[in-house]
């Protein structure tokens, strides 16, 4: 059983596209091979910014051979019908056979498929993959067609096993496949030839290539946290960083520098996010104080200077990069101190938001006014609300978010306090665009609350006022994420909106029915989240007032537990059966029975006791209702089970008596009104 | 063969057009035109297009009127030079040769860590886009490579492989500069050692202020509506001249949409383009580069089989 070994050796990879090419590789390859009739042991896919490359291990070394028959066209079929199946199965006629049929005599092919060689399926899979490669990207070099992530320039791919290795007979585009490669593009210039793959990956190590990405990774965290260590710091983690970082590198060597003093006053943001996406640095900080002070940087070659060069050039770039910085962080304070953060906002009015929705400046007027409604429904004074409305944006005209955009809310924060903002408005300047993700957090502070519901809900009745609502997988605008950050924003806080007076007031252009249509869907999504059954929030989104978010969730909860107990299910049926008794009755009489069904009607015990139990409830369930308290509601309504399920146990409710029946109706009537009050459960399901 | 430090800006320059010229490209001279970068030049974005096989090199003084500061910041410059290379095809071993022209100019590799770090470019004014790297020499960013994909609209085939050299920055890391203005021009001990502050600040300060406060706006708007009236109207006119040549005017053309883009960058100095504006003035450019490219494609220059 031989190995396979492919690498694909180019210009350099990104970084960011490793991962998923590796992936890529050794899907495409392995499914080939499958496909063509070759079974493997095992396969993996490794990288480095210059080659991609892939092992499989106990490869059959020929596929099986094949037998196939196939029946052909009567004997006396027109000649036609000969011809085209000797062009499909590529026999000549003297090859077929005349076989007995139950119809009479038919041609038959019987076709031989003999086994191939690996080395043959190989060469086909391969040149397939990478003629059909998936990249995000891809192009072509020179005068060739052939295109690639970025000029290939040689293909290894052997196979070998113990007897020894042969190169996979293979060329495309005038690259033949061989059995060398290269070293590190410094450190090993040198072409080599190779046998297996550890005999690869070990002639790789010599030449000062490190074929694992997750070696690579290991390596620079383990010499980035030493290095760290020895002076007193700790890394700042970042996966995402590593994974570029060793996608970047063939020989990483780690080097770490101290930020010049100048710059240690600059926001630890500011630093870290400068440093990361500018330098691909990590931050190493002060455990004790949260302070960043040093950098560490991941070279790829090993000088005779033990880097000295390296790391005084990186430094310099770091010094010009947070010159930058300190002059848009010095230059941003004296706007602030000079204008106010309503001064630095104002530029805002040359900035279009949306060509059909004004500029940012517009934005801002009606995310104060909104604001401004909104607060005192969550427990903030409207002018703070309405302060920090104005302010909130602010930061999008500082030079600093203009270099960094990535920043934007963050710097707010600390020009709110330079302003001499209360700390309330200061905390509005990020917490207002949370939350940004499903998982990111909820604002607590009611002053943010207001703005961040006023941000979300101008947004989203802005674009449907135009007419720009999501489609399908098309979300442009993120409206989906806005949705679910206000409906996070409205339960995580307990708040009592009525959303629909709200979109009203925002926005008298925007359809509030259909934009509470598409929050009950976020709302349906986020409740299935957590457990709650479909149908569960169908019976309760058709009640009143179902654009009060929290105490739709109320009831939802209260149902669903409900419908967990045993009289709550049970209850479901008695419903359901008086429900259906009681249609039926009145579709075919043509009349409602709404009116109060009387006592002194009632034959029997059961009858009695459910008149009973009904008044009991009644007397439970209305005030409690009225409260909004649920469960008792719920509670009170489980109780009418037993009387329920006596009653239709003893009683024929379509009695020959017709006020008796008139009566009996009037009473399922009244369990129907009664039960109805807490969900509409005829859309329970089962 | 180590090479000794450059010791000046121009000994940079020098060193590098020695290279590129023992490489077999053509030496070209700037463009005697305002561009914004080297890749305006006609020897790159017209000959980039066709099947003649083309290389060239050259300094291009660039303008970038919003990067202007007075010839107060360390870095930044409203006026520069690139050094451009363009080879088409592009050779294999074109890495392998830019890499050497680092070491022509001093940067050892064994001493520096150089990385090509993925980075694509684009160019929306002139219809063209390619897949490359920016250069990382120690961290900084030295140089441009990109392999080009599209040029004004149109596939290249075969590709061409340009070289992009940010001359005034690579020249101050190499010489161990912090302020531009403090580059040694010349030989320092030359007779009058000159220094880039000698030959450059007063027209920074001057441009500085021509640029963000003094250019006349409407005098601009007028000129960039001119020079796009005259590119579509050369272009228009027929391709026989008066004594029956057929002679396709695709240059005097193409400086036409050269002035529109420099035009359109005075403006936008001048901050009287809008956000919505800005992209309908870059999209009036590319028209016009894209008919350009067109052109040239007629012409025995780009040796395209009609």
């Known amino acids: ?686 | 063969m180590k090479q000794t430090a450059p010791r000046s800006f121009q000994e940079i320059i020098l060193r590098l057009q020695n290279y590129w010229a023992d490489k077999g490209c053509a030496i070209l001279q700037p463009y005697d035109m305002e561009v914004g970068a080297g890749t305006f030049h006609p020897a790159t974005t017209l000959r980039s297009l066709g099947a003649k096989p083309w290389a060239a090199a050259y300094v291009q003084p660039s303008r970038r009127p919003t990067d202007g500061r007075y010839g107060e910041n360390p870095n930044r410059l409203q006026h520069y030079y690139q050094y451009q290379v363009i080879i088409k095809p592009s050779p294999p071993d074109l890495q392998e040769l830019y890499l050497g022209s680092l070491a022509a100019i001093g940067i050892d590799s064994s001493l520096h860590d150089i990385r090509f770090v993925e980075d694509d470019w684009e160019s929306p004014t002139l219809g063209a886009w390619g897949l490359g790297w920016e250069v990382w020499c120690d961290g900084m960013e030295v140089s441009q490579f990109t392999y080009f994909q599209q040029v004004g609209g149109h596939d290249c085939k075969p590709v061409s492989g340009e070289l992009t050299y940010g001359l005034e920055r690579l020249a101050m890391y190499v010489l161990g500069i912090d302020h531009v203005m403090d580059m040694p021009f010349n030989d320092p001990d030359a007779p009058i050692p000159l220094t880039y502050g000698d030959v450059f600040r007063q027209t920074e300060r001057e441009y500085s202020r021509w640029n963000f406060e003094q250019a006349d706006t409407e005098m601009l708007l007028r000129h960039f509506e001119d020079a796009e009236a005259e590119c579509e109207r050369i272009l228009a006119a027929a391709e026989t001249d008066s004594a029956g040549r057929r002679i396709v005017m695709a240059h005097p053309a193409y400086d036409q949409c050269i002035k529109a883009s420099h035009l359109f960058n005075l403006l936008d100095a001048r901050g009287v383009i809008s956000v919505t504006e800005r992209q309908a003035y870059i999209g009036r450019v590319r028209t016009l580069a894209k008919k350009c490219a067109d052109a040239f494609l007629r012409t025995p220059a780009a040796e395209e089989a009609a």
């Not at chain 1, 295109?147 to 290894?156: A, Q």
């Not at chain 1, 309330?424 to 609350?449: F, K, M, W």
Request: hydrophobic share 45%.
């Open chain 1, 1 to 686: 059983m031989p190995d396979l070994l492919i690498e694909l050796f180019s210009e350099e990879i990104p970084a960011r596209m490793q991962p998923r090419a590796r992936e890529d590789l050794k899907r495409m390859v392995t499914d080939g091979l499958v496909e063509a009739g070759l079974t493997y042991a095992g396969a993996h896919a490794l990288s480095t910014p210059r080659r991609l490359t892939l092992a499989v291990e106990g490869l059959d070394a020929a596929s099986r051979p094949q037998r196939e028959e196939r029946k052909g066209p009567s004997v006396n079929a027109p000649e036609a019908a000969l011809q085209g199946f000797l062009r499909s199965t590529g026999l000549t006629i003297d090859q077929l056979e005349k076989r007995d049929t139950p119809k009479g005599k038919a041609w038959f092919a019987v076709i031989e498929r003999p086994g191939r060689p690996a080395a043959e399926i190989v060469a086909e899979v391969l040149e397939s993959t990478i003629r059909n490669f998936p990249w995000p990207k891809s192009m072509r070099w020179g005068s060739g067609a052939l295109r690639w992530v970025r000029p290939l320039h040689s293909i290894l791919c052997i196979l070998s096993d113990d007897a020894g290795h042969e190169i996979v007979p293979l060329e495309i585009d005038g690259i033949r496949a061989g059995d060398t490669t290269r070293g590190h593009r410094f450190l090993a210039p040198e072409p080599f030839s190779v046998t297996s793959f550890e005999d690869y990956a070990a002639k790789l190590k010599r030449a000062k290539v490190m074929l694992d990405p997750a070696e690579r990774e290991e390596h620079i965290w383990h010499d980035a946290t030493n290095a760290a260590f020895a002076q007193g710091l700790e890394v700042v983690e970042d996966r995402g960083l590593l994974t570029e970082v060793a996608g970047l590198v063939e020989w990483p060597v780690v080097l770490m520098g101290r930020i010049d003093d100048a710059f240690l006053d600059l926001p630890p943001e500011v630093l870290q996010t400068s440093m990361r996406e500018h330098q691909k640095f990590f931050s190493a900080r002060d455990p004790k104080t949260g302070r960043i002070e040093a950098f560490v940087t991941v070279a790829n070659n090993e000088t005779a200077d033990r880097g000295a060069t390296i790391l005084k050039g990186n430094q310099k770039v770091l010094s010009a990069r947070l010159s930058d910085a300190k002059f848009f962080w010095e230059n941003d304070l004296r706007t602030v101190h000079d204008k106010g953060l309503e001064g630095m906002a104002e530029g805002l009015r040359n900035v279009t938001f949306h060509n059909r929705l004004g500029s940012q400046w517009d934005r801002i007027e009606r995310i104060e006014r909104l604001a401004r409604t909104i607060a005192p429904q969550v427990g903030a004074s409207p002018d703070l609300a309405a302060e920090a409305a104005r302010v909130v944006k602010a930061d999008l005209q500082s030079a600093m978010v203009g270099e960094f955009p990535e920043l934007q809310g963050v710097m707010g924060v600390y020009y709110a306090r330079a302003a001499g903002l209360p700390e309330e408005i200061a905390n509005a300047c990020r917490a207002h665009y949370q939350p940004l993700g499903p998982n990111d957090d909820v604002p607590t502070e009611p002053v943010s609350v207001a703005v961040a519901l006023a941000d979300k809900i101008d947004m989203l009745t802005g674009f449907w006022a135009i007419d720009e609502k999501p489609t399908g997988s098309k979300d442009p605008y993120a409206l989906r994420r806005a949705a679910l950050g206000v409906i996070r924003l409205i339960l995580t806080n307990g708040l009592r909106l009525q959303l629909s007076r709200i979109f009203a007031e925002a926005n008298p252009h925007a359809d509030a029915e259909d934009l509470l249509a598409f929050f009950h869907d976020r709302l349906k999504v986020h409740l299935r989240d957590q457990g709650i059954r479909h149908d569960v929030i169908d019976a309760v989104l058709a009640m009143p007032g179902n654009d009060d978010l929290t105490l739709l969730v109320r009831r939802a909860t209260a149902l669903a537990d409900f419908l967990r107990t045993d009289d709550g299910e049970n209850l479901i049926q008695g419903f359901k059966r008086a429900n259906n008794i009681l249609t039926q009755a009145e579709q075919k009489d043509g009349v409602e029975y709404s009116y109060g069904a009387d006592p002194k009607f009632a034959e029997t015990d059961e009858e009695r006791a459910l008149f009973a139990a009904l008044d009991a409830a009644e007397a439970e369930i209305a005030p409690a209702m009225k409260a909004e308290d649920f469960a008792p509601a719920m509670a009170a309504m489980a109780r009418l089970r037993a009387p329920i399920d006596a009653f239709f146990e003893s009683v024929q409710v379509n009695s020959d008596n017709e006020i008796v029946r008139r009566n009996r109706l009037n009473l399922l009537s009244r369990i129907r009104a009664i039960c109805l009050q807490v969900a509409d459960l005829t859309r329970l399901e089962g």
